[in-house]
């Protein structure tokens, strides 16, 4: 399935449903405060619906015997431990030279650099999403695209959508 966009001052708008002349004229008539962005964003931001809802719907198979629930956030803080968590999972024992090459080709400087990781070698009628899957592969860095202003506002929706759910669920900063 490929999804089509629409791009308007560099953001995606999912087409059908809308035209560059109607992003136009609401722009010339509605005043747009930064944290407006996340909460017309987040209800539906991500290709196959609301971000909320997929995080919500594999987080309420966490504590399934199937289910490993790993974060980035673990990934780059140690992820000798990480890989090594995700092989008792799966029941594998690597050899510490296995270890040392899954540690260095996972790594996402290698992945990156991997056109079989970045979607590359996909029919573009399949990529149609104009973004690139690897970005700086760092932690946090969500700090450097939010004002103060939408910090605020996707953490007050943040918590009315994850209630429920453990605080400590996600190790963001």
């Not at 399935?1 to 708008?13: A, D, H, R, S, V």
């Not at 722009?27 to 539906?44: G, Q, S």
């Not at 995700?86 to 991997?114: R, T, Y």
Request: charged share 25%; with cysteine; glycine share 6%.
């Amino acid at each position: 399935m490929t999804y089509e966009f629409l791009w308007f001052e560099g953001l995606p708008f999912p087409s059908p449903g809308y035209s560059i002349e109607g992003i136009k004229e609401a722009c010339t008539k509605f005043v747009i405060k930064d944290e407006d962005t996340v909460l017309v964003a987040y209800p539906k931001s991500v290709p196959y619906g609301s971000w909320f809802e997929h995080i919500r719907g594999w987080m309420s198979m966490r504590h399934r015997e199937n289910f490993l629930l790993l974060s980035y956030e673990e990934l780059q803080k140690d992820p000798r431990s990480t890989i090594e968590k995700i092989c008792q999972f799966l029941g594998k024992k690597l050899n510490p030279e296995e270890l040392d090459s899954v540690l260095k080709n996972s790594s996402f400087h290698v992945m990156k650099q991997n056109k079989m990781s970045t979607l590359e070698t996909m029919p573009e009628s399949l990529t149609s999403l104009h973004f690139s899957m690897a970005r700086k592969g760092i932690c946090g860095d969500w700090k450097n695209h939010f004002t103060v202003a939408q910090d605020e506002a996707f953490h007050k929706v943040y918590q009315e959508k994850m209630a429920g759910f453990p605080k400590d669920l996600f190790p963001w900063e």
